[in-house]
């Protein structure tokens, strides 16, 4: 095949692979969101409910598990925690709630509280 043909042809191939509605072709920088995954448990039966971050929802985190790969909340989460040093500090509950971010619902963060502990904060974006 002359090369002058190939440009044409190269064109109609994607074309064609774009009307079969094929998953465009990622990189795994364009997937990779923020956050550490957490240590998961053994193996979850071969379950591949995902191949890159980009295949879970909101800020989860494509994380193996074994020969698995589960969509679970990062354990550093999106923004910083609130400051303590404005003014009178927060008083916080007086023991440890969480060890790291993946323990804290939505989008909080395991931060330290006014008390010398560590409770879920609102993070600061």
Not at 2 to 23: K, Q, T
Not at 42 to 55: A, F, P, Q, R, T
Not at 73 to 99: A, F, H, T, V, Y
């Amino acid at each position: 095949m002359p090369a002058s043909r190939l440009g044409p042809l190269a064109a109609a191939l994607l074309l064609g692979l774009l009307l079969l509605g094929l998953p465009p072709v990622r990189s795994d920088t364009e997937t990779q969101k923020p956050g550490v995954c957490p240590e998961l448990q053994g193996d979850l039966n071969g379950m591949e409910e995902c191949v890159s971050d980009g295949d879970c929802a909101e800020n989860l985190k494509c994380c193996r598990a074994g020969c698995s790969a589960v969509c679970v909340m990062p354990n550093e989460k999106p923004g910083s925690c609130p400051r303590l040093d404005k003014g009178i500090p927060p008083l916080g509950i007086c023991e440890d709630q969480c060890q790291m971010d993946s323990h804290c619902p939505g989008q909080m963060k395991c931060c330290r509280n006014g008390c010398g502990h560590v409770s879920c904060a609102t993070p600061s974006f």
